[in-house]
């Protein structure tokens, strides 16, 4: 029996279409959403570690095994999935599907909108761990690449409102990214919008300035001057993305 956990928004479990009730706490749904995220076996010893940091190591030990046992009755029938012996603890590959992995692999095969179609909202935008705000990090990245990949194909194919479309979702996911904002820029000239294109220099730049301290990267003041020349054309020779 397969269970579906989602990462990527709030943490969700699902077996056989039906959403089960989460275990409560804090502590223990962030264990789950860390076992799905790392699946296979890890030392009980470590895990006691990591979730029970401030307290002695029997403890930390007896707490990782109410949460084990929590978690058991969590998945149920699925349970056999959540493999536990004196040693170890973990997800066993070919039981669980989560939907960051699905994402990953739908990338890699060049599925892109089905990719970005699993993404419901940040990663475990409901956990604040150390861990959880590295892993949210590089999917934001990750994600951005795609969004990137797709307005450059609908470019290519010269549907450049989609384009825009896309690299608009890219630049409002990474708001500090200048290549992101580069990309914007040019979609929007090429479809016939300098004066969205200046809108959307003039708000990276506001950010840039008020968040880092720093002005745009001559690269993008160089596009910037193409757009305002009426050259758009010129715009991808900047590095922004390919006509």
Same mark, same amino acid.
């Given at each position: 029996? /397969?269970?579906? /956990?989602?990462l990527?928004?709030?943490l969700?479990?699902?077996?056989?279409?039906?959403?089960?009730?989460?275990?409560?706490?804090?502590?223990?749904?962030t264990?789950?959403?860390?076992?799905?995220?790392?699946?296979? =076996?890890?030392?009980?010893? *470590?895990?006691?570690?990591?979730f029970?940091?401030?307290?002695?190591?029997?403890?930390? !030990?007896?707490?990782?095994?109410?949460?084990?046992?929590? #978690?058991?009755?969590?998945?149920?029938?699925?349970?056999?999935?959540?493999?536990a012996? *004196?040693?170890?603890?973990?997800? +066993?590959?070919?039981?669980?599907?989560? $939907?960051?992995?699905?994402?990953?692999?739908?990338?890699?095969?060049?599925?892109?909108?089905?990719?970005?179609?699993?993404?419901?909202?940040?990663?475990?935008?409901?956990?604040d761990?150390?861990?959880?705000?590295?892993?949210?990090?590089?999917?934001?990245?990750?994600?951005?690449?795609?969004l990137?990949? /797709?307005?450059?194909?609908?470019?290519?194919a010269? $549907?450049?409102?989609?384009?825009?479309?896309?690299?608009?979702?890219?630049?409002? #996911? +990474? =708001?500090? $990214?200048?290549?992101?904002?580069?990309?914007l /820029?040019?979609?929007?000239? !090429?479809?016939?919008?300098? =004066?969205?294109?200046?809108?959307?220099?003039?708000?990276?730049?506001?950010?840039?300035? $008020?968040?880092?301290?720093?002005? =745009?990267?001559?690269?993008? *003041?160089?596009?910037?001057?193409?757009?305002?020349?009426?050259?758009?054309?010129?715009a991808?020779?900047?590095?922004?993305?390919?006509?």
């Open positions: 029996m /397969i269970v579906h /956990i989602c990527l928004g709030t969700e479990v699902y077996r056989e279409g039906s959403k089960l009730a989460l275990p409560p706490g804090t502590r223990l749904r264990l789950l959403a860390w076992l799905a995220l790392y699946p296979g =076996p890890h030392p009980r010893a *470590r895990l006691a570690a990591r029970w940091p401030d307290v002695p190591d029997s403890s930390a !030990r007896a707490s990782l095994r109410s949460a084990v046992w929590t #978690l058991r009755v969590t998945l149920g029938p699925a349970s056999a999935c959540l493999a012996d *004196r040693a170890w603890v973990g997800l +066993r590959d070919g039981c669980v599907r989560v $939907d960051l992995h699905e994402f990953s692999e739908l990338a890699a095969a060049g599925r892109l909108h089905e990719a970005v179609a699993l993404c419901r909202g940040e990663l475990l935008h409901e956990l761990d150390d861990w959880v705000y590295e892993e949210r990090e590089a999917h934001a990245e990750r994600l951005a690449g795609v990137g990949q /797709i307005a450059a194909q609908a470019g290519a010269g $549907d450049t409102r989609t384009a825009t479309a896309w690299a608009r979702r890219r630049a409002a #996911l +990474r =708001p500090l $990214d200048e290549q992101a904002a580069q990309d /820029i040019h979609w929007l000239a !090429r479809a016939g919008d300098a =004066p969205g294109a200046l809108v959307a220099y003039g708000r990276l730049r506001a950010r840039l300035r $008020d968040e880092l301290g720093v002005p =745009p990267s001559p690269q993008t *003041r160089q596009l910037v001057s193409l757009v305002r020349a009426g050259q758009a054309g010129r991808r020779r900047t590095g922004g993305p390919p006509d």
